[in-house]
């Protein structure tokens, strides 16, 4: 039961990250948004260190998460990459599946197959994540091509390893594997936007709306990892990617955008997926 509550708290915290984070993204470039959000993020899980005297994880588990840190920055790039090409209807859901069905995968083969009603509440949930995930501005429906699927599923493959690494990197520490797989992504992403070249950090103006992105980042890969210590990896994982939910409830009450009935019966079938994990 506790790692179910650590899980969808990570997913509140993640939505709302996202949350802050496209807002952010919409006064200045997301990519440098994401290096200023991961700088800030990982001075203050240095300071958390410091000051707690947190222990230290052991170099595998380092080099894990330091890898889990690379490949999610990676996915990120490449979703906002699919997004800038327009197919943002179809980039979220595709992403979004892909990135909670490997770890299902990836679990049932660690951990064994789970019980009849959880692997019903996966099968639920990944349909709540596609409904939830679907963009509701889209005028039309998106043709699909499978060249439109590449950079989304392979985003989605990058950010379900990262599930899987970091579990594999928090087995006996938190706060330092949490530190190398920050840093990795903050050299990571700010490799890729030297590349592009121009400015490496965002406007000053947005630097404050960056920084709560940050900490909530922080709040919901934190709650990520103890629900995947405290229980299922895949649990937690799928629990984890339900975050559209909270950025969707959020724009809904905060910016007045609209739900869409497809969106409410992804919120509804999340629910009832949650519940068939907890049983």
Same mark, same amino acid.
């Given at each position: 039961? @506790?790692? %179910?509550?650590? =899980?969808?708290?990570?997913?509140?915290?993640? $939505? *709302?990250?996202? !949350?802050? +984070?496209?807002?952010?993204?919409?006064?200045?470039?997301?990519?440098?948004?994401?290096?200023?959000?991961?700088?800030?993020?990982?001075?203050?899980?240095?300071?958390?260190?410091?000051?707690?005297?947190?222990?230290?994880?052991?170099?595998?588990?380092?080099?894990?998460?330091?890898?889990?840190?690379?490949?999610?920055?990676s996915g990120l790039v490449m979703l906002y990459k699919s997004f800038a090409d327009g197919?943002?209807?179809?980039?979220?859901?595709?992403?979004?599946?892909?990135?909670?069905? @490997?770890? %299902?995968?990836? =679990?049932?083969?660690?951990?064994?197959?789970? $019980? *009849?009603?959880? !692997?019903? +509440?996966?099968g639920l949930a990944l349909i709540a994540i596609w409904l939830i995930s679907k963009d509701?501005?889209?005028?039309?429906?998106?043709?699909?091509r499978l060249a439109d699927l590449r950079l989304p599923l392979l985003s989605g493959l990058?950010?379900?390893?990262?599930?899987?690494?970091?579990?594999?990197?928090?087995?006996?520490?938190?706060?330092?594997?949490?530190?190398?797989?920050?840093?990795?992504?903050?050299?990571?992403?700010?490799?890729?936007?030297?590349?592009?070249?121009?400015?490496?950090?965002?406007?000053?103006?947005?630097?404050?709306?960056?920084?709560?992105?940050?900490?909530?980042?922080?709040?919901?890969?934190?709650?990520?990892?103890?629900?995947?210590?405290?229980?299922?990896?895949?649990?937690?994982?799928?629990?984890?990617?339900?975050?559209?939910?909270?950025?969707?409830?959020?724009?809904?009450?905060?910016?007045?955008?609209?739900?869409?009935?497809?969106?409410?019966?992804?919120?509804?079938?999340?629910?009832?997926?949650?519940?068939?994990?907890?049983?």
């Amino acid at each position: 039961m @506790l790692s %179910i509550l650590y =899980g969808l708290t990570s997913a509140l915290i993640w $939505g *709302a990250g996202d !949350f802050t +984070g496209g807002i952010a993204s919409r006064r200045a470039d997301p990519y440098r948004t994401v290096v200023l959000s991961e700088i800030i993020g990982l001075a203050l899980l240095l300071a958390a260190a410091l000051l707690t005297g947190a222990p230290l994880a052991s170099w595998p588990e380092l080099a894990w998460s330091a890898a889990a840190g690379a490949l999610g920055c990676s996915g990120l790039v490449m979703l906002y990459k699919s997004f800038a090409d327009g197919k943002m209807s179809i980039a979220a859901p595709a992403s979004a599946l892909t990135s909670a069905a @490997l770890p %299902i995968v990836v =679990g049932s083969f660690l951990e064994g197959l789970p $019980g *009849a009603l959880k !692997f019903a +509440g996966f099968g639920l949930a990944l349909i709540a994540i596609w409904l939830i995930s679907k963009d509701h501005n889209a005028e039309k429906p998106a043709r699909i091509r499978l060249a439109d699927l590449r950079l989304p599923l392979l985003s989605g493959l990058f950010f379900g390893l990262y599930f899987i690494l970091m579990d594999r990197g928090t087995q006996s520490a938190v706060l330092w594997p949490m530190i190398a797989s920050r840093g990795a992504g903050a050299v990571t992403i700010a490799a890729y936007v030297l590349f592009l070249r121009g400015p490496l950090l965002p406007p000053r103006r947005i630097w404050p709306l960056i920084s709560l992105n940050a900490l909530l980042d922080i709040g919901g890969n934190a709650f990520y990892v103890l629900a995947a210590r405290a229980g299922r990896m895949d649990v937690a994982a799928v629990l984890g990617s339900l975050y559209p939910g909270s950025t969707v409830l959020l724009a809904w009450l905060l910016l007045r955008e609209k739900i869409t009935r497809l969106q409410f019966a992804g919120i509804l079938a999340a629910l009832v997926a949650i519940a068939l994990m907890t049983i």
